[in-house]
């Protein structure tokens, strides 16, 4: 096959539900509106196509923040996975910090922090049980490891760590505060004892 049969082939695939979530997650982090219509016209579905293949605009932003989420937090894990002690402090310090640090995802986060507390802490869109059970298998690996003791059911200990860094981020809306990384670093220090 030759590099133009390559590019034909490739540019004749129909999109599909992952396209949508890379054009959304591309727009999302270049602190774009994250617009259900501009995603169907540019991937050349209706918007009954891209509804059935994510949802509506809360569920894709959803899944847009929870693949940032997770790719952020599997990394920050493997960066402190050497270091002594408790790591999931430092590692949920450092994806906090990461969340700052990325231009478009901060704007949107402050802008819109309430309607993004809510969609990341409630149940109904699947992103705070994915976030817990996250972190509940980080803890998991502590505790094996002794770098942590604790008298909670590490389902209570894998809540209790997400609301803390939770409680964090969302300063602007709960306080008025900007979100503190430092601060949830700090507190989950305390509690995530060796």
Partial sequence: MT???LEVERNSRRPGRADAIRLARRRYLAGEKVDISAIAQELGVNRVTLH????????????????????????????????PGPRVPA???????????????RQIALQHDEHFMRLMTLGTFAYHPRLVNLIKGFLAEDLAEHRVRSSLSLDDLAYATVRISDSYHYLPTITGQLPDPEGAERVLGELLRP
Avoid: F, N, Y
């Avoid at 293949?53 to 997770?70: A, K």
């Avoid at 590692?91 to 995802?105: C, F, N, S, V």
């Fill in 3 to 5: 590099t133009t049969d």
């Fill in 52 to 83: 059935r293949w994510v949802g509506t605009r809360d569920s894709l932003l959803v899944e847009v923040v929870w693949s940032l989420t997770e790719r952020s937090l599997t990394q920050a894990w493997a960066e402190v996975r050497d270091r």
């Fill in 91 to 105: 590692a949920l310090g450092r994806h906090l910090r990461a969340i700052l640090e990325q231009p478009g995802a």
